[in-house]
């Protein structure tokens, strides 16, 4: 995924509202952009820290533009928005890049399904049969690790996918839970148990029921964002 026009860089000054962020361009114009993110962003942002964002040019939205990536704390870079995680994967999937889901013969998109009215993120069509697939998107890095983290957040709706997805793999349903990381310099990925106990659980029995649990690093930069590489997930 190449950014079309290319990222302006500038510099946060604070994220506030969930969804907001003042930003200084780094022609010293003064702008509030919309932040994509749902996430607490912990250890994904700091004050004074560079940050790219696309600007838009159509005059019926409210905010002129979006924070894209983000430099860490820890001098890695994130993407922060995490709409970009299915178009990666999606990507990904149709160049054949994943090889675990190779072989389909059809993709669709936000699929209802499940007993607790879920949406998965995408409904591969192989001759055998579906399999479903629900996406995450990873940016929780620490400073002395190299190993990135899931949720940065407590998330009762990311238990919740991975209650639906372990019920489809007891009926004999092939169902997948991908961590696309977008964050640079990672090795490998866990559940963040320190941060939601019961997420980190829910995966667990997932993993014990047939889920099968993959992640995928990409190739970051303010030109673009590419999903390249298998990571190991620990812990299961």
Known sequence: MQFDPPLEEGRLLRRYKRFLADIETSSGELLTIHCANTGSMLNCMSEGARIWFSRSSDPKRKLPGSWEIGETPHGRLACINTA????LV????????IAELSGFTALKREVPY?????RIDFRLQYPSG????????????????DVAAFPDARTERGAKHLRELAALARDGVRAVQL??????????VRAASEIDPAYAAALLE????GVEVLAYGVD??????????????IGL
């Open 84 to 87: 970009r995680a299915n178009t």
């Open 90 to 97: 999606e990507e990904a999937l149709l160049a054949g890049r």
């Open 114 to 118: 499940g007993q607790e009215r879920s």
């Open 130 to 145: 579906f399999a479903f697939v629900e996406v995450k998107s990873v940016t929780l890095g620490f400073a002395d690790s």
């Open 179 to 188: 961590y696309c990381v977008n964050l640079s310099g990672i090795t490998a």
């Open 206 to 209: 997932a993993r014990q029921a």
């Open 220 to 233: 970051i930069s303010p030109l673009g964002i590419t999903l390249v590489r298998p990571l190991p997930v």
